[in-house]
């Protein structure tokens, strides 16, 4: 069975690096999926923010492109998710998925994390 | 980017009861939606793919349907670990991936 985790912390003050790490179980990174990142602000709806492939294919929001940097670790089976200059905006639940990059499922989600919180603020 | 626009934002119903949840595309995005589950602390759960497809797991009283702009979700039979938000996920073009704004069912 298939689990991810995130990890990282929980506040990050304004303007800094938002940075999380998502461990993948029971599959292994380079097993030919993409790997996503997706938000939900509090009291808000979903935010796809990336996929990224262990090739180094990766597919950005264009609203969050020039902030993100997103990075495949096969060694430690993980991915992880970088987010520059943050403000109070990107104060949201954090989760990270799997993503078949071929078929009917293509860019759906499954399975996801349970999500971590992530709160900006001074 | 194709805006996903769900509807209604809250669906009142008691179990044992249908529930219908609609998705609307902005333009044609053929079969490619899914929907998903959310419940507070727990991990969002694939519920249907291209449309009508049912994830592993997925009871069958959840049903998908609709192609080109148009989609629903039916859950027939409500149980009680079935209230919840539903959301619906265009996968057909990107960038962006998009989502609708969420339906919750609620008793």
Known sequence: QVQLQESGPGLVKPSETLFLTC?????SIGNGFYW????QPPGKGLEWIVNVHQNGNTYYSPSLKSRVT???DTSKNQFSLRLDSVTAADTAV???ARAPSAGAGLFSFDPWSQG???TVSS | EI???QSP????VSPGETATLSCRASENIRINLAWYQLKPGQAPRLLIYAASTRATGVPARFSGSGSGTE?????SSLQSEDFAVYYCQQHNKWPPLTFGGGTKVEI
């Open chain 2, 9 to 12: 934002a809250t669906l009142s």
């Open chain 1, 70 to 72: 997103v990075s495949v």
């Open chain 2, 3 to 5: 805006v996903m626009t």
């Open chain 1, 94 to 96: 954090y989760y990270c």
């Open chain 2, 71 to 75: 989609f629903t979700l039916t859950i």
């Open chain 1, 116 to 118: 971590t919180l992530v």
């Open chain 1, 36 to 39: 996503g990142w997706i938000r």
């Open chain 1, 23 to 27: 461990d993948v179980s029971g599959d």
